[in-house]
C-alpha cells in the first residue's frame, strides 16, 4: 500500500462534511461558499503558521479581506445563517487567528452597531465598517472582570453636557493594537447601567497596549486598554445601549460564531491527521492502516459531525427568529469541548511532529485553548444550561 495510491483530494469524505449538511444550502450559497474556500486556500493558508509564529498580523491581507466582501453575511447580504456560520467555520479551518480578527471585526464590533445603533448611528458608521475602512473591536471583558462582567463592570461612564467621560480598562480586547474604533461598554454613574460607547482609538486618553508571550492565536493583536478621562460626544453613545441585557443581545449571536470555530478547528485537525496518517509509514505501512490510528480519526470525525450537526439545527432556529440563549450556551459549551478533544487526538496522530508548528497540528492544537475559553468559558456555558433546565441557578 503506497501513498501514491491514494488520493485524499478525491475521496468521498474529502471535506470532512460526512452528512452532506452543505447540501442543505441554496445553489447560490453552495457558490458562494466555494469561492470563499478558495480564497482562504491561496489567501490565508500559505501565510497562517509563519504569520503565528512570528505573531504578527498579516495587514496586507485586509484588502483583500475587503474584496472578498465577508461582512455582515445575513444581515446586510440575505445569506442564511447556516450560511454564515459553515463560512466561519471555513475560516476557521484555514486559519483560527484571522477567523478571530473577523469574529470581532463582523460579529461583535459589527454586531454590535447593527443591534445597538440608530438608524442614523448606522447610515454614519457602517459603510466604512462592511467595507473595512474602519476597523474595529469590542471591548467588554476586564483586567478583573470576565464571566461575571455582566453584574461587575469597573469601566465607567459619566455624563458632562454633550459628552460623555470614560474611565476604566479593558482587557483581551482583540484588534485594538491597529483598530480605528472599539465599541467600550462602561457602567453608567447616574443609574449605574452598563452602557455602550464607539470610541475612535485616536482619542486623547486611549491606549492600547498588545499582551505578549500568548500560547495561542499569535497571530491575533490583543490588547490592553487604558481610558484616562477620554471624552466621547454623545452621538457616539450607541442609542439602544441602555443596560447589559442589551449587550447579551450580541452576545449571544457570536456565541454561535464561536461554536462554529469549534467546528472548524476540527475540521483542520481531521484534514491534518487523516493526510498525516496516510502518508507517514511506519513498520513499513502508513498509520492509517493500524487499527487504532484509524479509530481516533473515526473519533475526530465522530466529534466533528455531531458539532456540526447541532449548529446546522441552531443556526436554523436563529434564522426563524426562535434560537434561545440557553441553546447557544449548550452549543458553545459542547462543540469546544468535543473539539479539544479532537485535537488532542490529532496531536497524538502526529507524535513527536505533533509538538511543532511546521506540521500546522500544534496551531491548531494550541488555539483550540483561547476558543474553548472565550465568549463565556465551558463552565459558565453549562451553568447557563443548568439553569435552563432546573429553574435553579447555580452561578452566584
Known amino acids: 500500500m503506497s501513498k501514491a495510491a491514494i488520493d485524499l483530494e478525491n475521496l468521498p469524505y474529502a471535506d470532512g462534511d460526512f452528512y452532506g449538511f452543505e447540501q442543505l444550502l441554496t445553489g447560490k450559497e453552495q457558490d458562494r461558499l466555494a469561492e470563499i474556500r478558495t480564497f482562504l486556500s491561496r489567501e490565508v493558508k500559505p501565510i497562517a503558521v509563519d504569520c503565528w509564529n512570528r505573531g504578527e498580523f498579516p495587514m496586507a491581507l485586509i484588502p483583500k479581506l475587503a474584496e472578498i466582501d465577508l461582512v455582515s453575511p445575513v444581515r446586510r ?75 461587575g463592570t469597573r469601566t465607567t461612564a459619566r455624563r458632562d453636557g454633550d459628552n460623555w467621560i470614560l474611565n476604566g480598562a479593558k482587557r483581551w480586547i482583540g484588534n485594538a493594537t491597529f483598530s480605528d474604533w472599539v465599541v467600550i461598554f462602561a457602567r453608567d454613574l447616574d443609574d449605574n447601567q452598563v452602557k455602550g460607547f464607539l470610541v475612535d482609538t485616536s482619542l486623547p486618553g486611549f491606549k492600547a497596549s498588545k499582551i505578549e508571550n500568548k500560547i495561542s492565536l499569535r497571530t491575533v493583536q490583543n490588547a490592553d486598554i487604558t481610558l484616562e478621562n477620554v471624552v466621547v460626544p454623545d ?149 447557563v444550561t443548568g439553569r435552563a433546565i432546573t429553574g435553579i441557578s447555580a452561578i452566584v
Open 77 to 151: 447580504q440575505g445569506y442564511s445563517n447556516v450560511f454564515a456560520g459553515l463560512v466561519h467555520a471555513e475560516a476557521t479551518r484555514a486559519d483560527a487567528s484571522i477567523a478571530t480578527f473577523m469574529g470581532v471585526h463582523d460579529g461583535l464590533f459589527t454586531g454590535s452597531i447593527e443591534a445597538l445603533a440608530s438608524q442614523e448611528q448606522q447610515d454614519a458608521w457602517l459603510p466604512d465598517i462592511y467595507s473595512l475602512k474602519k476597523i474595529g473591536a469590542f471591548g467588554l471583558t476586564e483586567p478583573l472582570g470576565g464571566s461575571d462582567v455582566a453584574g
Open 235 to 383: 452621538f457616539f453613545k450607541l442609542a439602544n445601549a441602555n443596560s447589559f441585557r442589551d449587550t447579551n443581545k450580541v452576545l449571544k449571536v457570536t456565541r454561535l460564531s464561536v461554536a462554529w470555530q469549534a467546528v472548524g478547528q476540527q475540521l483542520a485537525a481531521f484534514d491534518v491527521a487523516r493526510r498525516y496518517a496516510v502518508e507517514r509509514m511506519q513498520f513499513g505501512r502508513p498509520l492509517a492502516s493500524f487499527q487504532l490510528v484509524q479509530q481516533q480519526l473515526v473519533q475526530i470525525l465522530g466529534n466533528t459531525v455531531s458539532s456540526m450537526g447541532m449548529m446546522v439545527r441552531l443556526a436554523q432556529l436563529e434564522d426563524a427568529g426562535v434560537a434561545k440563549d440557553e441553546q447557544s450556551a449548550l452549543a458553545k459549551a459542547f462543540t469546544t469541548a468535543r473539539m479539544r478533544e479532537s485535537v488532542a487526538l490529532g496531536r497524538g496522530i502526529l507524535g513527536g511532529n505533533g509538538i511543532v508548528t511546521d506540521y500546522e497540528m500544534a496551531k491548531i492544537f494550541a488555539d483550540a485553548e483561547a476558543i474553548y475559553s472565550y465568549e463565556g468559558t465551558h463552565e459558565i456555558n453549562t451553568l
